[in-house]
């Protein structure tokens, strides 16, 4: 991780859950994070807790489901810092709810959040690296195993996100795909986690009470350290690898 010690990474959803994780990780690398949520106050916290030698942390107020405020980030990253050398597309999620019945406003929702705001950020953060000849990025985007087979999980509702999950298994591929043609050296992984015991999965848990058992949920479940540690092996790995899919399962967990 040496060689992006002071550089800059731009984390989405970096208030809570598997982006405050990754936001963590990868400050006490070294990497100076600018994290995005639309309530960032916990990251101003995070920032006054690590220890010497971790990158700053710096948040920033943005609704993702809003294209301006996604073009207002991108401004303030071009004024004070120029261009981040990596992006974490982490926010993501949405509303539960069943193809047959779910509103068309929960899918816009979802389908904002997870593909359209990924897909922004990454072209936003391509433009900056380009315009200031940096050659050696890395776009990390944070998938599920529910972006791969339609069964995953066996958890009900998630059919309108697993549609958007496999359109992020899809974009990381083709977007990997364009920059080698170009010889680009801008590294694209795509992680696809099972479950993690993040903010949303915990309250879930507690609204399902006792009707939690038997469910996926009642199991071994990922820690959002785990994720932000796969962030920090994908970013550190040399720069002629390029790990293009990981997949992570708690142990045990049927995907
Ligand atoms: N947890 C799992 O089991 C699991 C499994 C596989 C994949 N994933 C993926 O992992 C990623 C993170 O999920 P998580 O479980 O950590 O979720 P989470 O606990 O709900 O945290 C979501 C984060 O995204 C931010 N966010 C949500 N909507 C936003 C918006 N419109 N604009 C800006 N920020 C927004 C939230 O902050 P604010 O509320 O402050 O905006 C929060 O920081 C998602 O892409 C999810 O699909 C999760």
Redesign the pocket.
Known sequence: MERWRGKHALV?????????AIAEGLARAGVNVIG?????STLEELGEKLPPGSGKIFSVK????KEEEISALFHEIQTKWGHVDILV?????GKMGSLESQSTEDWQQIFQ??VL?TSICTRETLKLLEKDGIEDGHIIN?????GHSNTALTIDGIGF?SGA?HMITAISKNLYTELAKKKSKIRVTSI??????????KQYKEALGENVKGTALDAV??E?KD?SDAVLYVVGSPPHVVITELTIVPSGQIY
């Open positions: 989405t959803g970096a208030s809570a859950g598997i982006g405050f995005c949520a639309r309530n960032p943005t609704d993702l489901e597309n982490n926010a993501g999620g959040l997870n705001a944070i998938n599920s195993v529910a996100y999950k696809s986690p099972g479950i993690v015991s993040s903010r949303v999965v479940l990922l959002c994720i």
